[in-house]
Every structure is written in structure tokens, then in C-alpha cells.
């Protein structure tokens, strides 16, 4: 009679030849790459069945700690060794690795990036930036603009072009006088990169679709169309590119 657990070197000792212990691995390889429980060689040699693997009992704490498809991935493993089938042992486990995969999502450490798309478009910030070095300001004035300018662009609304912000909101967010804030302001519409367009007792702050975008490419013709006739309708507004 051949022990159920002993080493390589062992078996040897006893007179196991090579052949008959490649043959084995050969077997538990086998056993592995189809879901069935895996007999110990000393099981092999001496012909006995393997026994089956009892599931051991899981905790609604286990469970809940793992995250539903961390534990939809244990129970899965769990009823692979339940199963006499060695095929569908085999898709039991296949399935128990996608949902491991899903339960080891990656973790969002700091900042979220998938509030939507956002397109602030070269030719835009290229001319933004020339007609502001044109102008005689500070370097401090100038890239103060253009942080203006990006704290707009980054309140539009999806496939708008009507910032979500007033200037006094905007001079809170940027803990700057509402002054300082106006003054700026005029200077982006001076040159272009925005305009604002009165609406009852407030002035809205408006980008063209051109150079900023937030929305799916099939729909920006679209928005232009309509920021045109928002600015048709506001009267006396120059576009940053003048039709040719």
C-alpha cells in the first residue's frame, strides 16, 4: 500500500520509478486545468478517488467585507468544489475570476476625472494669449486672465455655452474683489474670449462652442448655430473669429 502524503524523494525511496511519477503530475495538471479536485500523487499511484473538497462555511461578515462581487467570487468558488462536473467545475471557476477582477476596482485616491468630457481648443487659447500680449498688461494681469478664463470654461454645461457661474460667484471661487474681477472680465471681452450677455437685472457669461466645448462632437455644429443666435439676439457682439 502506497501513503497518501509522502515526498518526490520519498516515493523514490520506495521504489516509485520517473515515469510513474511524471505520469502522476501529468494527472493532477490534468485534474487542475479542468476544475476537478486534485488527488494527491500518492491517491494516483495507488488508484483511490480523491476527496472531495467540503466548502467551508461563510460569515454574513466575510461576505459583506469583500464587496458584492467579492463575494459573489467566494460563493462561486465554493460551489466549483461541490461539483462532481468537471467541465462545469471548470466554467465555475473561469466565472469566480471575471468577478474577482470586477471586485478589484481601481480606487479613486483624490480627484475625479469623469465628470464629462471638456475640449478647450488650441487656436482658441493661441489667440486668447496673442491678443492678451497685444494689450499693455502686467504678466501678473495677463495670466490672471487666462486662470479667469479657465475657471469659466470649466462651468459650462453640457453642450452649452452659457457659463453656470456669475462674475460674483466667480470672484469667490478665486477669492478675488468683485473689481478686480470685473475688470478682468472686461478685458476677456475686450479681446474676445467671452462675452456677456444681459439677461434680466444680471449679465451672463458666454464662450463660444469654438474655442470651448463640453458635449458630443455630432452635436457641436449644433451649438454653435445656436451661440450665434444667442449673440444675434444680445446684438452689438463681435465674434472672436469675424466671419471672412
Known amino acids: 500500500m502506497i501513503p497518501m502524503a509522502l515526498s518526490v524523494k520519498e516515493f523514490k525511496r ?15 495538471d490534468a485534474q487542475r ?15 483511490k478517488n480523491p476527496v472531495a473538497t467540503e466548502p467551508s462555511s461563510l460569515t454574513e461578515r466575510q461576505l ?36 474577482k477582477e470586477l471586485a478589484n476596482k481601481p480606487q479613486q485616491l483624490e480627484f475625479d476625472f469623469f465628470k464629462g468630457n471638456r ?21 501678473a494681469k495677463r495670466g490672471t486672465a487666462v486662470m479667469v478664463l479657465a475657471e469659466i470654461c470649466r462651468h ?25 474681477m470685473s475688470d478682468i472680465l472686461f478685458t476677456l471681452e475686450q479681446i474676445g474670449a467671452i462675452h456677456r450677455v444681459p439677461r434680466g437685472r444680471t449679465k451672463v457669461i458666454t464662450v463660444t ?12 455644429a449644433a451649438t454653435v448655430d445656436s451661440y450665434k443666435k444667442t449673440l444675434a439676439e444680445a446684438g452689438n457682439v463681435v465674434p472672436l473669429r469675424p466671419a471672412q
Open 14 to 28: 520506495r521504489g516509485v520509478s520517473d515515469d510513474d511519477l511524471r505520469t502522476a503530475h501529468i494527472v493532477q
Open 209 to 220: 462652442p469654438e474655442g470651448a466645448f463640453r458635449g458630443r462632437v455630432d452635436q457641436h
Open 156 to 180: 459650462l454645461p453640457w453642450e452649452g455655452h452659457e457659463c453656470s457661474k456669475t462674475a460674483a460667484d466667480l470672484s469667490t471661487i478665486l477669492k478675488m474683489t468683485r473689481h478686480d
Open 64 to 99: 459583506r467585507k469583500r464587496g458584492r462581487y467579492g463575494a459573489a467570487a467566494l460563493l462561486t468558488d465554493q460551489e466549483a468544489l461541490t461539483e462532481s462536473d468537471g467541465e462545469r467545475a471548470l466554467k465555475a471557476r473561469h466565472a469566480s475570476a471575471i468577478l
Open 33 to 47: 486545468r479542468t476544475g476537478s479536485p486534485v488527488q494527491s500523487i500518492g491517491q494516483i499511484l495507488s488508484g
Open 119 to 139: 475640449m478647450i481648443a488650441d487656436e482658441f487659447h493661441d489667440a486668447v494669449r496673442d491678443r492678451l500680449s497685444a494689450l499693455n498688461l502686467t504678466v
